[in-house]
């Protein structure tokens, strides 16, 4: 017991949770953003601006293709088919609200 306490002293402050210790870990070295965004150069912002807009060029196309053409034919509104357009349009929703965020990164880091 004795080298528990020794240990949890010197990890840091500790708070009594009931039946647990909880050790809050020091954080004087952390950095935000990460070092990997620092210093982008123009070559690898625009390689990253052009692979990340290709891939969401083309979720976006092979994704609304298969709404509409689920949509258009009837013969093609099977079960099967249905789960499969519901899984493009939760493709197309997250292409839409989480890819940009790839294509921002590079721009605000440029020196």
């Known amino acids: ?5 020794s240990w949890q002293q010197q990890q840091g402050e500790q ?24 210093n982008v150069t123009t070559e690898e912002a625009a390689a990253k601006i052009s692979v990340s807009s290709l891939v969401m060029a083309l979720a976006l196309f092979g994704n609304c ?12 509104r099977t079960p ?20 940009w965020v790839h294509l921002v990164i590079p721009v605000s880091c440029l020196h």
């Open 1 to 5: 017991m004795a080298s528990n306490t």
């Open 15 to 38: 708070q009594d949770g009931g039946d647990c210790i909880i050790i809050d870990p020091p954080v004087d070295n952390v950095t935000y953003p990460p070092s990997s965004y620092k």
């Open 65 to 76: 293709l298969v709404v509409t053409t689920v949509w258009r034919c009837r013969r093609l």
């Open 80 to 99: 099967t088919n249905v789960y499969i357009v519901s899984l493009a349009i939760s493709d197309l929703l997250i292409t839409l609200s989480c890819t």
